[in-house]
Structure formats: C-alpha cells, structure tokens
C-alpha cells in the first residue's frame, strides 16, 4: 500500500480554480493506478476522475468532464486534480485514492489507499 496526503484545497468563488495535489509515500505509486473521489454532506463518496499508471488513460464523471484534468508526475509521486469553472455543486471533501493494478477504475471499491481528503468550497 501507499500512503496518500492530499493538498490544496480551499474557498473559492464560483468560476474559479484550484489544483489539489497528492503526494504519495511508498516505492509502488508508480504502478498503481490514482483515482480522484468526492464526498458532500449527507451524500455518498462519489467518483470524480482516473488515470492509469502513467497517465495516459484517464476518465471523468460526466459532471466534470471538460473543467477538470487529472494528471500525475511519477518522478514526484505526485497526483494532481486541475479543477477549473468551478460550481457551488462542486463544494466537498475531496479524496485520492491508490488502486493495486495499473488501470484505472471508476469503482471506488476498487481502491485501497485513501488520503485523508481536502475540503473544497465553492461560494455563489
């Protein structure tokens, strides 16, 4: 397993952007496919993006398609979330996750390292 933090979330007007970063720890961060999720109150996690090992597959929730971009730097360890346009309905703890296998997966059961998540807060 690696161990996850995130970074970089924050209060920010609507239309705005943030980049959330995940650093990880561990020599496997490299093979493992990274998953961004989501969770606001009273709501279930939900997924928002994925990429495979090297970033070059990557896959979004429709709601985000086309204002966020996932990306990672192996070199850093390091996942990343480009959230622009941002929407009051995007406002949640956002989490990364580590999957065991290189490919990526919308299934948050499919993942088994979480960080300990980033509040994102979109203001109207």
């Known amino acids: 397993q690696v161990q996850l933090v995130e970074s970089g979330g924050g209060l920010v007007q609507a239309g705005g952007s943030l980049r959330l970063s995940c650093t990880a720890s561990g020599r496997t961060f490299s093979s493992n496919a990274m998953g961004w999720f989501r969770q606001a109150p009273g709501n279930e996690r939900e997924f928002v993006a994925t990429t495979n090992w090297r970033g070059a597959s990557t896959y979004y929730a429709d709601s985000v398609k086309g204002r966020f971009t996932i990306s990672r730097d192996n070199a850093k360890n390091t996942a990343y979330l480009q959230m622009n346009s941002l929407k009051p309905e995007d406002t949640a703890v956002y989490y990364c996750?580590?999957?065991?296998?290189?490919?990526?997966?919308?299934?948050?059961?499919?993942?088994?390292?979480w960080g300990q998540g980033t509040q994102v807060t979109v203001s109207s």
């Open positions: 996750a580590a999957r065991g296998f290189a490919t990526p997966s919308i299934n948050l059961h499919e993942y088994n390292s």
